[in-house]
């Protein structure tokens, strides 16, 4: 069992992985005994902090750059394949969101949610594609997890247009590129996650027992809940689970 659910020898990106859903992965990928996880963010200060905090952990790199625009994509690719021939394991972490009542929701919001959360994970995994076949085994395929949400899922009461509209096309993107990359030994997956604390949803993070009550589990998600979701499916363990999204909400969905 250790070995079913073990990242040895394994290299990991994880976007957005300095905060909330991608710090709780990267941290899970280095308990899990990955060989490197290499962590990108925005804040240059705030993704060099992590990785040296996630370092007693295991080996973690911090990378710091603007995967929103194509400019600082292609800088994070070419910094990763400089150092990493093979890349076994990407996660698609980095989102953005954007609320406003239905007659004010501007374009600025539309773009720039769509653009990143929709938008990157293609051409981030595009742009990879071969340093993750070179990591790439029949035997040990590689991994492409996207972090979508239920709120692609299933409607909530906020008026976040564009989010919604972004994860729920990042799921079925998911399915798309998963039946193309099979044919590469990559194994494309995503997750769904509920109410997590983190900067995205400062409603779990700052109101936490309240939104306990609205949960069928009784809480909300905890570090462990999310490291064992993205574990699971990059490991030995989710090697036959193709175009998948995985739910991790706390019966959330069921709910609504």
């Not at 509920?194 to 027992?209: L, P």
Request: charge should be neutral.
């Amino acid at each position: 069992m250790s070995d079913l659910f073990s990242l040895t020898g394994r290299v990991a990106l994880v976007t957005g992985g300095s905060r909330g859903i991608g710090r709780m992965i990267a941290a899970g990928f280095l308990r899990a005994g990955a060989a490197r996880v290499y962590i990108t963010a925005r804040k240059a200060d705030a993704c060099v902090a992590a990785a040296a905090e996630l370092s007693s952990l295991g080996p973690c790199i911090a990378l710091p750059h603007d995967i929103s625009t194509h400019v600082g994509l292609q800088a994070l690719v070419d910094e990763i394949t400089a150092r990493e021939p093979a890349l076994h394991i990407l996660v698609n972490n980095a989102g953005a969101a954007w609320g406003a009542a239905f007659d004010e929701f501007p374009e600025s919001g539309w773009d720039k949610v769509m653009n990143l959360n929709v938008k990157t994970p293609f051409f981030l995994t595009q742009a990879l594609h071969a340093p993750l076949k070179k990591g790439a085994t029949e035997a040990q395929p590689a991994k492409v997890i996207n972090i979508a949400s239920i709120d692609g899922l299933s409607v909530n009461p906020m008026e976040t247009y564009s989010y919604a509209a972004s994860k729920a096309g990042l799921i079925h993107l998911t399915k798309r590129m998963a039946l193309r990359l099979v044919q590469d030994h990559i194994v494309v997956s995503a997750i769904a996650p509920g109410a997590f604390a983190s900067d995205m949803n400062k409603d779990a993070r700052d109101h936490g027992d309240a939104v306990a009550k609205r949960i069928p589990s009784g809480r909300i998600g905890v570090d462990d809940d999310m490291a064992g979701a993205a574990i699971y499916l990059a490991s030995r363990a989710g090697d036959y689970v193709v175009g998948t999204t995985l739910t991790v909400d706390g019966g959330v969905t069921l709910a609504r």
